[in-house]
C-alpha cells in the first residue's frame, strides 16, 4: 500500500502515465521538512498527486498547452491514476547541460528559466521517474491536509493505495536509454 504522494502539476502527471515524460525537475515547495525551496526525496515510491491551481498553460510547451486544465481550486476529490518509482536523481550542472535534453521534457524556456532562476543558491534537481499506471484508478476526498504548495503529501491510512499490479508505462530498455543519454549530457 502506498500512502505518500508528490504533488506535480496534472499536465506533468498525465505526461509521466502516458510515458511522454519520464523526468521530473524539482527545487522545493514552501512547506517542506528541510525548509522553504529545499526538496528531499524521502520517498522513491510515490504516488502521483495532480495538482491543477498553479498550472501555468505558458510554462508548458506550446504544442501540449492545449492539454493543461487550470482550476480556480483544487477539487473536492483526487484520482490516482498511477505512481512513480525516483530511479536517479541529478543536479542540474548548467542551463546549458539541461538545454541538450529540450526533447525529453515538457517545459517553456520560460519555465526553465524560473526554475534555474528561483534561489539560485539552491541546486536544480532532475529525477528520472518510471511511472507505472494502476489497474483501477483511486478516488479520495482532498482533504485541508493535503493541501497547498507542497512536496509530500502523506495520505490519510483509509486514503492508501494498492500498487500490487501497476504496470511499468514504458518499457526498462528505452527508460535505461533515457539515464544514458542524461548522463552524457551532464559530465561535459
Known amino acids: 500500500m502506498l500512502d505518500t504522494a508528490l504533488k506535480e502539476w496534472s499536465i506533468v502527471c498525465d505526461l509521466l502515465l502516458s510515458g511522454e515524460l519520464s523526468l521530473l525537475l524539482r527545487k522545493g515547495g514552501i512547506h517542506e521538512p528541510a525548509g522553504p525551496g529545499v526538496f528531499e526525496l524521502e520517498h522513491p515510491r510515490f504516488l502521483l498527486y495532480p495538482s491543477y491551481v498553479h498550472q501555468k498553460p505558458q510554462m508548458i510547451k506550446p504544442a501540449l498547452r492545449d492539454r493543461v486544465n487550470v482550476l480556480d481550486q483544487e477539487p473536492a476529490e483526487i484520482t490516482f491514476q498511477g505512481l512513480g518509482m525516483a530511479e536517479k536523481i541529478w543536479h542540474v550542472p548548467s542551463r546549458k547541460a539541461f538545454d541538450q535534453l529540450d526533447d525529453l521534457h515538457c517545459w517553456s524556456p520560460a519555465q526553465i528559466d524560473m526554475r534555474f532562476n528561483y534561489k539560485p543558491d539552491r541546486p536544480l534537481y532532475l529525477v528520472a521517474v518510471r ?8 478516488t479520495v476526498k482532498n482533504h485541508a491536509e493535503y493541501s497547498g504548495c507542497r512536496s509530500w503529501v502523506a495520505l490519510r491510512p483509509g486514503d ?17 536509454q533515457l539515464i544514458v543519454r542524461i548522463e552524457q549530457a551532464f559530465q561535459a
Open 131 to 138: 511511472a507505472y499506471r494502476l489497474p483501477n484508478p483511486h
Open 160 to 176: 492508501a493505495v494498492d500498487d500490487t499490479d501497476a504496470t511499468p508505462v514504458i518499457d526498462g530498455h528505452h527508460f535505461d
